[in-house]
């Protein structure tokens, strides 16, 4: 259910639960209740086995949407695989981290081509 939804239904709602996830949830949510009701509180949910991410990974890499768009593209014409967002991401940082990467074995996890068509044609066409 959007924010747009849950204001159309509850308007005099004070809180909001969202899973975090991937962040469009809890980000949509949050967008959404800070421009219609700033003193809404929306809070993000995650499963504490989450809790090893906060402690085993060396780092986090942030990248852009139009990064991610990029690592899209470069999939599907050099290496013919359709990759959803999420599951480009990490070609996307692997390209953001060349300079520190070069030289070095890398192995990226690429998952998931589950993205809507219009999507995937708007990236390819750009």
């Known amino acids: 259910?959007?924010?747009?939804?849950?204001?159309?239904?509850l308007p005099d709602v004070d809180v909001i639960i969202a899973p975090a996830g991937g962040g469009s949830c809890a980000s949509g949510n949050s967008i959404v209740a800070n421009h219609l009701n700033p003193d809404l509180v929306v809070i993000a949910v995650q499963s504490?086995?989450?809790?090893?991410l906060?402690?085993?990974?060396a780092d986090f890499v942030l990248v852009t949407d139009e990064e991610i768009n990029d690592?899209?593209?470069?999939?599907?014409?050099?290496?013919?695989?359709?990759?959803?967002?999420a599951g480009a991401a990490s070609l996307a940082a692997a390209?953001?981290?060349?300079d520190q990467l070069s030289g070095k074995k890398v192995v990226g996890i690429v998952t998931g081509g589950n993205i809507p068509a219009e999507r995937f044609g708007s990236v390819l066409v750009r």
């Open 1 to 9: 259910m959007s924010g747009l939804e849950i204001f159309e239904d």
């Open 48 to 52: 504490s086995t989450s809790e090893i």
């Open 54 to 57: 906060w402690k085993l990974p």
């Open 71 to 85: 690592a899209i593209r470069l999939l599907a014409s050099q290496a013919r695989l359709v990759a959803e967002g």
């Open 95 to 98: 390209i953001k981290l060349r």
